[in-house]
């Protein structure tokens, strides 16, 4: 996106350097990741970072309304609702294609809201590993509040803790050795001092939670939440006698309500040129005369899962709860990332915390994946180089 900084890039670029940057990321804390690390960054130009933040602000002015739960209040499942819920979410993060309107220029179109955690610290060693290894321009950077590397991690380690004493809080997942973003769990825990656990492994007596520290029975007084409850249901496997809707003395460090009230239900809400018109496929009286200008997605779903790019009206007809799916118009990611073979598409994260000091949510980073294929996602661009996940250098 800035072309001298590109071919600076694609010039120097050695697999030798990138492979090393590999072992030196995955030494770190003794674990590789387990998806493809993006060969290179994507440096994005300074009006493109203001078209970010004007669209970010259209997204965050509606779901950080004070009654903005309310009206989402629907978004929740049956039997999938979490007691405890807070006022307002510890963690967001807004997901843009990387596109090109009309006019020709470059600009983001949201696709994606999350009121859910994702790799807040593989991202922080991530942008290390970067700089590390390759050059970065000077002035450029991941993170937009400022902050250093050591600034960023307490003010995850202050906004995760929240006070408690480590051994009392855990990051609850559903079988966390065997997630593919298992590094961000296993960098986490280390900077924090807590533990991963299996919600299989929690005990539930009472009120109150439990856990096994080190042989030892440990009360959990605050839980970092990373499941989904999607794959909690796919697990019937899994014995346990928790199953987060219970009523228990615990805070959380993202509550699980979030994830249904800041997602693809949110879309239709958000009036901005920065978001694609979206319906609830509930809502319309008749489809629209250029259905294959839009795309249907599930509200459920995770990682792109169950998404049609080619929905048809019968299609749409044959859906039996049609409350539970969106019709998106579609964006066109441009392939502006030039790289060795073909050039890569874009879409940006940002992300964003809430401490509970502060009037407004944080933006502190952001994660880009690059894809070849037709949607972005690992099933997309199997034998690719170039694509996967990385980060973005903004322009001062």
């Known amino acids: 996106m800035i072309p001298a900084i590109r071919r600076r890039y694609n010039d120097t670029f050695t ?3 990138y492979q090393a940057m590999l072992a030196w990321l995955g030494g770190q804390y003794g674990h590789d990741p387990k ?3 993006g060969e290179t960054p994507v440096f994005f130009p300074r009006a493109f970072r203001e078209h970010v933040f004007r669209a970010c602000k259209d997204v965050l002015d509606v779901v950080t309304d004070p009654g903005y739960a309310e009206r989402a209040a629907a978004a929740i499942p049956p039997g999938e609702r979490v007691p405890g819920q807070d006022e307002r ?10 596109c090109r309107v009309e006019s020709g220029e470059i600009v983001p179109q949201l696709v994606e809201v999350q009121g859910f955690p994702s790799l807040y610290y593989f991202q922080g060693l991530l942008d290390r590993s970067f700089r590390k290894f390759f050059t970065i321009p000077e002035g450029f950077s991941a993170r937009f509040d400022g902050s250093t590397y050591e600034e960023y991690m307490q003010l995850l380690r202050e906004t995760i803790l929240a006070g408690h004493a480590p051994e009392h809080v855990i990051l609850l997942e559903v079988d ?9 769990f296993v960098v986490a825990c280390a900077e924090l001092g807590i533990r991963e656990v299996c919600i299989s492994e929690v005990d539930l007596e009472g009120d109150k939670l439990y856990y096994d520290r080190d042989g030892e029975r440990t009360p959990v007084k605050r839980i970092f939440n990373r499941v989904i409850f999607d794959e909690l249901k ?6 346990r006698k928790f199953n987060l809707i219970e009523q228990v003395d615990v805070e959380w460090a993202g509550h699980p309500n ?10 239709p809400f ?7 018109k979206t319906h609830f496929l509930s809502d319309l009286e008749a489809y629209p005369a250029d259905l ?5 997605k599930p509200l459920y779903s995770f990682a792109g899962q169950g998404v049609d790019l080619h929905p048809t009206p019968a299609t749409l007809d044959a859906i039996e709860r049609p409350e539970h799916f969106i019709l998106q118009r579609k964006v066109e990611y441009v392939p502006i990332v030039e790289t060795p073979d073909e050039p890569a598409r874009v879409e940006l994260r940002m992300m964003y915390l809430w401490p509970p000091d502060r009037e407004r949510p944080v933006l502190v980073n952001n994660l880009v994946r690059l894809s070849k294929g037709e949607m972005i996602g690992v099933r997309y661009n199997k034998g690719k180089t170039w694509v996967g996940g990385t980060l973005g250098y903004f322009e001062p």
């Open 234 to 239: 796919a697990r019937t496997d899994l014995q």
């Open 292 to 296: 294959s200008a839009y795309v249907l």
């Open 270 to 276: 958000i009036d901005s040129p920065y978001v694609p």
């Open 15 to 17: 697999n030798e350097t």
């Open 258 to 267: 979030w994830f249904f009230l800041i997602s693809k239900y949110s879309l």
């Open 176 to 184: 966390p050795k065997g997630q593919t973003t298992r590094i961000d």
């Open 89 to 98: 979410p510890l963690f967001m993060q807004l997901d843009f294609g990387v």
């Open 35 to 37: 998806f493809h690390v």
